[in-house]
């Protein structure tokens, strides 16, 4: 056996099968979606995510996940790439080699991807790619995509502050508070 995630809470001695030249098989993670959203269409090849109205909601937050038959790295894009080294985001924030991974997905807006929202009717088809990889570095060579419709809404989440100008961290002894732009 071998040990994964070493220095972490979810270390593990796993059988490394001398044999194995297979990826992980990527399927939906039932246990993690809540309940006003679900997946459709569940193919070998990816599964579609709706949302109450069918279409996602802008500025949602949606808890969704992918499971493994074994334990394995997942990373996503939201374009296409040719390896699993080209994907740019671990899937559910973690390098760590899990069973299941999840993620928590803010729902953009139209206008952020390029959609004039002024149409009532507006919606956009919106796609992420997933790969996985096992400990011994089989990865899956297909995109497992996981395909969302973002529709109109209002999107009442809160702003998040990413950055403040100037920036500066000095401050008064007795501040209780700093003003940003």
């Known amino acids: 056996c071998e040990i994964i995630n070493e220095n972490s809470d979810y270390a593990e001695c796993i059988d490394m099968g001398k044999n194995d ?17 679900n997946y459709t269409n569940v193919s070998d090849n990816g599964y579609r995510l709706n949302g109450p109205l069918g279409c996602l909601q802008p500025g949602a937050e949606v808890i969704f996940g992918v499971s493994l038959n074994e334990p394995g790295q997942c990373k996503f894009m939201n374009g296409h790439t040719n390896s699993f080294a080209e994907m740019g985001e671990d899937f559910g924030v973690s390098s760590l080699f899990r069973h299941n991974h999840t993620e928590l997905f803010r729902v953009p807006t139209l206008e952020s991807l390029g959609v004039n929202a002024h149409n009532p009717n507006a919606s956009v088809n919106y796609n992420m790619y997933v790969r996985c990889q096992d400990k011994r570095g089989n990865n899956n060579v297909q995109e497992y995509a996981i395909q969302m419709c973002i529709g109109k809404g209002i999107d009442v989440a809160p702003p998040i502050i990413t950055a ?8 008064a002894w ?3 508070s700093a003003g940003i732009r």
């Open 21 to 37: 030249t297979l990826p992980p098989v990527i399927k939906p993670y039932y246990d993690v979606i809540e309940l006003q959203y």
């Open 174 to 176: 007795n501040a209780t």
């Open 164 to 171: 403040k100008v100037p920036n500066s961290e000095v401050f």
